[in-house]
């Protein structure tokens, strides 16, 4: 029904910055929130940041102040910026949509297949 495909991940060092990007596709009528989580090695999945259709942003703590999150309406996109990264941000990182399609008339989670960050020297 629908897929999301992440892009911009690899490898960077300390103090970098990497754009992460999140193309929805399929049966979509309309996309509601739209966030990014990551999982650590031997962590659980976390959330990192999550934006309403409206433009509205919340994040994680440990991101505050260096990653923004943003959308494209026109094209089904969320992006993640990420500035001054840390060995701490190294993860896979998830991009997930609430997505109402023309089959279902309310929103339903769909998940990426995660990209992998890595932040070392």
């Known amino acids: 029904q629908v897929q999301l495909v992440e892009s911009g991940g690899g490898l960077v060092q300390p103090g970098g910055s990497l754009r992460l990007s999140c193309a929805a596709s399929g049966s979509i009528f309309s996309i509601y929130d739209l966030g990014w989580h990551r999982q650590a090695p031997g962590k659980q999945r976390e959330l990192v940041a999550v934006?309403?259709?409206?433009?509205?942003?919340n994040y994680a703590d440990s991101v505050k102040g260096r990653f923004t999150i943003s959308r494209d309406n026109t094209k089904n996109t969320v992006y993640l910026q990420m500035n001054s990264l840390k060995p701490e941000d190294t993860a896979v990182y998830y991009c997930n949509a609430d997505v109402v399609t023309y089959s279902r008339s309310f929103p339903r989670a769909y998940w990426g297949q995660g990209t992998q960050v890595t932040v070392s020297s």
């Open positions: 934006i309403t259709r409206a433009g509205s942003t």
